[in-house]
């Protein structure tokens, strides 16, 4: 079965937003192959309990009032582009979201959300290129013997980690960095 398509997140496998699975979804009580492994905001214990086409349809936040991104987050709290309610809801209700140590946010360009990349160490900055690096530099502010230091350390699975988006309207690279 193909997964729903997610504008702001556009590989959610990659990312492992979603994983292939066996159990039964709380929403449609449907065992469709892949639950959603992400955080998820309700009052009902939802953790790996939904499935991608409940979030996609918006039914989870329907029948759970559940969201799988704050928010508020989605901009920063008002320190990245501001977006439209719909972008928000879109994001916060229809869209798997994604792990971070501490509060995830959504980057936001071009008044609109960005399509969510996934996590990057140092090397997975690297491999996409010179603009990456200075995505996550450019967030951070830091320069010289500090960057360099920072960047070193940075690790998709481990702490720091850096957390990389696309604009769909420009192409443009963004994000930000979190740790323990």
């Known amino acids: 079965m ?6 702001y997140h556009p590989d959610p496998i990659a990312t492992e ?53 704050d928010e508020a987050s989605i901009g920063n709290y008002g320190k990245w582009e ?13 869209t798997p979201g994604f792990s971070g140590w501490q509060q995830e946010c959504w980057w936001t360009h071009c008044g609109d959300a960005a399509a969510f990349v996934g996590r990057a160490g140092r090397k997975e900055l690297f491999a996409m290129g010179e603009k990456a690096v200075l995505a996550i530099q450019n967030s951070i502010g830091l320069v010289g013997e500090d960057w360099n230091r920072f ?3 940075l690790d998709k699975d481990g702490s720091p980690t850096a957390y990389l988006f696309k ?13 323990n």
Do not use: M, N
């Not at 193909?2 to 504008?7: D, E, G, R, V, W």
């Not at 501001?82 to 916060?92: F, G, L, N, Q």
């Open 2 to 7: 193909k997964l729903p398509t997610f504008k």
């Open 17 to 69: 937003s979603i994983a292939q699975s066996d159990e039964e979804c709380l929403c449609c009580e449907k065992v469709r192959g892949y639950i959603y492994t992400g955080p998820v905001y309700a009052e009902e214990e939802l953790d790996e309990a939904i499935c991608p086409w409940c979030i996609a349809d918006g039914s989870a936040h329907k029948k759970f009032d559940a969201s799988f991104t």
């Open 82 to 94: 501001y977006v439209s309610d719909h972008v928000v809801e879109e994001v916060a209700y229809r």
């Open 151 to 153: 960047l070193q350390a």
């Open 167 to 179: 604009c769909l309207k420009c192409g443009k690279l963004g994000g930000y960095q979190d740790c």
